[in-house]
């Protein structure tokens, strides 16, 4: 079924950093270009609000990142990573996303949850049922949970057009001479950054 998108929707973003940062780290070796993603999810409409949800190392090397999200217009949430006395690591989200996206629901008419993690199945169900809200789901088709596609009302699978939602992304390519590398879009300024990993 063919969803419509028009621009007075109001569109609320829920964006799982780790999950979409670990996704392109793993998949292709390079980093998300979240403006990009914002840009397309929202495709035109109302944007009422983006909110980004991370987690603090002592470190404090995501710093730069969480600026420049900032900076296209993304509202960061944070929190430090839990590290147990065995020496095991926490680094979750889920519950407060999905807080934030059932309690602004009301005034919105579209949900974007940018994640590709099955956990959220629930909420996009809730968020249908209850809120009465259009749920689309924007995450890297290969490191997302055939349950989340089938669930949301839209899926846009990023690797798709990968060149286009990653920095530096050069894919291999073939050639009669062997193996070489061609250069992807690049933006002016890239930052290097190392985020939890998913727990």
């Known amino acids: 079924m063919a969803i419509i998108k028009h621009s007075e929707q109001r569109v609320g973003v829920f964006i799982d950093t780790q999950n979409v940062y670990h996704s392109a780290k793993n998949i292709y070796h ?3 270009n979240f403006g990009a993603i914002l840009k397309d999810a929202v495709a035109g409409r109302r944007l009422v609000r983006a909110r980004a949800y991370s987690v603090t190392t002592e470190s ?8 420049a999200l900032t900076k296209i217009g993304i509202e960061m949430r944070t929190k430090d990573l839990q590290v147990f006395s065995g020496g095991a690591k926490k680094a979750d989200w889920d519950v407060g996303l999905a807080i934030d996206a059932i309690t602004a ?3 919105l008419d579209t ?4 994640t590709g993690d099955g956990d959220f199945v629930p909420l996009v ?6 809120a ?4 689309e789901v924007v995450s890297f088709g290969r490191s997302t949970s055939s349950k989340l596609r089938e669930a949301a009302d839209d899926f846009l699978d990023l690797d798709e057009e990968a060149r286009k939602y ?6 291999l390519r073939h050639s009669r001479r062997g193996t070489s590398r061609t250069e992807g ?13 998913e727990e």
């Open 166 to 171: 990653l920095l530096n992304y050069r894919p």
């Open 125 to 130: 169900q809730y968020l249908q049922m209850h």
């Open 132 to 135: 009465g809200c259009q749920v």
């Open 111 to 114: 949900v974007i949850l940018i």
């Open 60 to 67: 404090g090397d995501e710093t730069a990142f969480f600026d």
């Open 185 to 197: 879009s690049e933006e002016p300024s890239t930052i290097e950054v190392s985020l939890p990993p």
């Open 30 to 32: 390079t980093r998300a």
């Open 105 to 107: 629901s009301p005034k």
